[in-house]
């Protein structure tokens, strides 16, 4: 779906920022995100995904700056149903059954998707009848999904939504969500993965310790970190003198090979066949795991695993 430019924005951050004590988990973020727009907020463990979801959804206020929703505080849009949110954080609720759940929940909005569609949807006809508090955590996650579209919102804000999914559960989950964004919704989702943030999403944010430091395509982001991979077969060469040539930014040794990562690939291929040191030599764009790397810190967020 195209976004709609020009409208009141379906998103708009101004200077928002919430800190948790010394932690600035949210440090002063502008954003805006266009009717029908589908991003993706990516970032590694605890660099202020949730907290971004939580301001945006009205579950905090922001210690400083703005937040809005289609031009309005967030708990309007809330209230009016405009938006469907799936959590990290969403618990069971005993004896009820699937569809119970799901038309419960959709009948609090002023639209809503008959239950049937909205099960059809997040890929769960099948458990309609099944108790909400027996099923396994990847079905839980797409009955969270359902939940989220029962009251068939204009944003759908949804955080890490495909975390307890197997891999056939995340191809039918992303299918389903872009059926819905295909409607013309607002779609917003977190995740830590690299490839569903550029399979999925028309946009995506790159978020680090609580900043937006890259907003683009895939191959826009690869652009802004810039560069290329040039590699070679080192043939018992020395590495030393690899890093001071024109453009390059890094060397990596892997076996027998050098792989560099450099500004101007030109200037760096031209330097090594001055060298002689051209065997097997490849040139490469960037990926988006180095752009991934260039854009972001480097320093290890404790407790949890880094971005893949
Ligand atoms: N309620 C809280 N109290 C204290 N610190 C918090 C709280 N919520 C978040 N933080 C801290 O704020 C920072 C940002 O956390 P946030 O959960 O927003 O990151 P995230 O990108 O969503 O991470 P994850 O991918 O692990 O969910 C982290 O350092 C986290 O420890």
């Known amino acids: 779906m195209t976004p709609t430019q020009g409208a009141t924005p379906a998103v708009a951050f101004a200077g928002a920022a919430k800190a948790y004590g010394d932690v600035r988990a949210v440090d002063g973020v502008d954003l805006r995100i266009e009717r029908g727009e589908t991003v993706a907020l990516l970032g590694r463990n605890g660099a202020g995904k949730s907290t971004t979801i939580a301001l945006l959804l009205g579950l905090c206020p922001p210690d400083a700056g703005t937040v809005e929703l289609f031009g309005g505080p967030p708990e309007r849009a809330v209230h009016a149903g405009r938006v469907g949110a799936m959590l990290q954080e969403a618990r069971a609720v005993p004896r009820v059954t699937v569809a119970e759940l ?170 090594l066949a001055r060298l002689g040191a051209i065997r097997g030599l490849e040139v490469a764009p960037a990926s988006l795991d180095d752009a991934f790397l260039a854009l972001t810190t480097t320093a290890p967020v404790p407790e949890k695993e880094s971005v893949r």
């Open 102 to 271: 799901v038309g419960f929940v959709g009948g609090r909005y002023p639209a809503p998707m008959p239950v049937g569609q909205a099960l059809e949807l997040a890929g769960i006809a099948q458990l309609a009848g099944r108790r909400v508090d027996r099923l396994s955590g990847g079905q839980l996650q797409r009955v969270r999904f359902a939940l989220a579209l029962a009251g068939r919102p204009d944003l759908l804000v949804l955080d890490e939504p495909t975390a307890a999914l197997d891999v056939e559960a995340r191809h039918a989950f992303w299918r389903s969500m872009r059926a819905y964004a295909g409607r013309g919704s607002t779609v917003l989702f977190s995740t830590h993965y690299l490839e569903e943030a550029e399979a999925h999403a028309d946009r995506i944010l790159v978020v680090d310790r609580g900043r937006i430091v890259a907003d683009g395509t895939g191959d826009e982001l690869r652009r802004a970190a810039g560069g290329s991979r040039v590699s070679f077969d080192l043939a018992g060469r020395p590495t030393e003198d690899l890093t001071l040539l024109p453009g390059v930014r890094s060397l990596e040794v892997r076996g027998d090979r050098a792989l560099l990562r450099t500004e101007d690939s030109d200037a760096t291929v031209i330097a």
